[in-house]
């Protein structure tokens, strides 16, 4: 069963840098687009970040331009976020995804259960 699995969440204050990864399991998804989502409380699931099987940046939210880096390692079927200056309104569960090129911002195949972000200021 294929498997995305978030991990480095935590909690960090304003200003600071923290790096997510996703490593999947179940099957191999070097040849998926990835990427990530996030949910803050009271709001609607939002795109992230998106990188290609390759490795070129598909895309990155506006609000996260900047501060943000999407890298994947095939090899290890791993990909990863660097959060950088981080502020409160980057507070949310977090979410690994794969899936289409053309689908990978909107409506991805594969999810992974969420890692906590919480920003204090």
């Known amino acids: 069963q294929a498997q995305l699995v978030e991990s480095g969440g935590g909690l960090v204050q304003a200003g600071d840098s923290l790096r997510l990864s996703c490593a999947a399991s179940g099957r191999t998804f070097s040849s998926y687009a990835r990427g990530w989502f996030r949910q803050a409380p009271g709001k609607e699931r939002e795109f992230v970040a998106a990188i290609s099987r390759s490795g070129e940046i598909i895309s990155y939210a506006d609000s996260v331009k900047g501060r943000f880096i999407i890298s994947r390692d095939n090899a290890k079927n791993t990909v990863y976020l660097q959060m950088n200056s981080l502020k409160s309104e980057d507070t949310a569960v977090y979410y690994c995804?794969?899936?289409?090129?053309?689908?990978?911002?909107?409506?991805?195949?594969?999810w992974g259960q969420g890692t906590q972000v919480t920003v204090s200021s």
């Open positions: 995804v794969a899936g289409s090129t053309t689908e990978i911002t909107s409506r991805p195949a594969y």
